[in-house]
């Protein structure tokens, strides 16, 4: 599929998506860093990724749903 031009509510939805997420993923790579066990910054830097990805898919959704 090509890509379209976002609708001002689109644009809207998916910003605020990615700003929350980034705000989240922002937040636990604070968290990572500040530890030092090895299997706690594996376990945040899984939870970042998936964060990540949950990111992609709420952005994929709302563009799916308000498509014409």
């Given amino acids: 599929p ?21 705000s ?12 030092h066990d ?5 376990m945040y830097s899984v939870a970042i990724t998936e964060a990540e990805t949950a990111s992609m898919w709420a952005v994929r959704a709302t ?3 308000m498509a014409p």
């Fill in 63 to 65: 563009i799916c749903v």
């Fill in 2 to 22: 090509g890509h379209r031009q976002l609708s001002e509510d689109e644009a809207r939805r998916v910003s605020m998506i990615k700003e929350q997420f980034e």
């Fill in 24 to 35: 989240a993923i922002k937040y636990l790579k604070v968290l990572r860093d500040s530890v």
């Fill in 38 to 42: 090895a299997e706690v910054q594996r």
